[in-house]
């Protein structure tokens, strides 16, 4: 999906484009929890809402297949274009599908984790979904803890399921409204967002009542809310357009890395003492912002420009 979004929007749309792809997965979180209850049918049991949904992926995929216009490229066919012999390039020089030159005729050398471009928003990445996989992980168990309801878990899991539509709405209001109408960078979005994060974080550690629990675990949500596009479009940027199709592997590959360990670790360090794990969170946010400020730059003709 980002290699088609970027395949189709000029690079100063992206950051908002992606932010409304990210929100569609933030929209199933609040509309999936709230309809699941509905397809729990007499005959299947609790079996219907699987069913159902898994329904409803084969209407979207025959839908796609129907509906989604073909990836036809906006731009001009890469191919060799050799300098003109009175021009001051030089016979090899070759022009990209953005304008920019190659070096060297022959196909393009393959992005790799360690390309200095992508490096830095990989890494964003990385520690930023830490953080928000850790809190995900562990907020049902704060919940149970601080309201006292470890021996009601039916009015614990309608508890979490409230502080989990909270954080969904605040994703949403920072995806749907804050980018767009801020017209944020991806830069800015991944400083602001991880320092509401941060701060977000701590309040959520600190709260003994589910006031407390919503409106830090609401701005946690909305910094994350704020960073994942950010993250997402700036690593876009960060090369051209032959290159959008592996770097959108990388980035579904550092998002989906997120939620392998961390909430078991996040789980285990809560069960030490609530306060370590909810630190260390905060932890990822604030080094992500001390050193974002610097590593986070688009320094060069697929992005912003040099960006203050």
């Not at 290699?3 to 929007?9: C, L, P």
């Not at 000029?10 to 397809?39: H, M």
Request: with cysteine; glycine share 14%.
């Amino acid at each position: 999906m980002q290699a088609y979004v970027a395949a189709r929007t000029d690079p100063e749309e992206r950051t908002q484009a992606l932010s409304l792809v990210s929100s569609s997965f933030g929209l199933g979180t609040v509309i999936g929890p709230a309809i699941a209850p509905f397809f729990i049918l007499p005959i299947v049991g609790l079996s219907g809402p699987l069913l159902v949904f898994a329904l409803i992926g084969l209407v979207v995929l025959a839908m796609l297949r129907w509906r989604l216009p073909d990836d036809i490229p906006r731009f001009a066919a890469r191919g060799a274009i050799a300098s003109y012999p009175t021009s001051a390039g030089t016979p090899d020089t070759t022009l990209s599908d953005d304008g920019t030159e190659d070096g060297e005729a022959g196909e393009p050398v393959p992005l790799r984790w360690t390309d200095r471009r992508v490096r830095p928003w990989l890494l964003a990445g990385l520690f930023g979904g830490q953080a928000q996989a850790m809190m995900l992980g562990v907020v049902g168990f704060l919940i149970l803890d601080r309201l006292q309801l470890r021996l009601r878990p039916d009015e614990g899991a309608a508890m979490t399921g409230i502080v989990l539509m909270a954080g969904a709405f605040a994703t949403l209001l920072a995806q749907w409204g804050l980018i767009p109408i801020m017209k944020m960078s991806p830069r800015t979005a991944v400083l602001v967002g991880a320092a509401l994060g941060g701060v977000g974080t701590v309040m959520t550690g600190l709260s003994f009542d589910l006031h407390g629990i919503i409106i830090g675990f609401a701005l946690a949500s909305l910094g994350f809310g704020l960073f994942r596009p950010g993250f997402t479009a700036g690593s876009s940027l960060a090369v051209p357009r032959r290159d959008q199709g592996s770097v959108a592997g990388m980035t579904a590959s550092i998002n989906g890395s997120a939620y392998i360990v961390s909430p078991a670790i996040g789980v285990l360090l809560y069960n030490w003492h609530p306060m370590v794990a909810y630190g260390l969170m905060a932890g990822f946010c604030g080094w992500l912002v001390l050193w974002g400020w610097k590593a986070l730059r688009l320094d060069h003709a697929f992005g912003f420009g040099n960006e203050p």
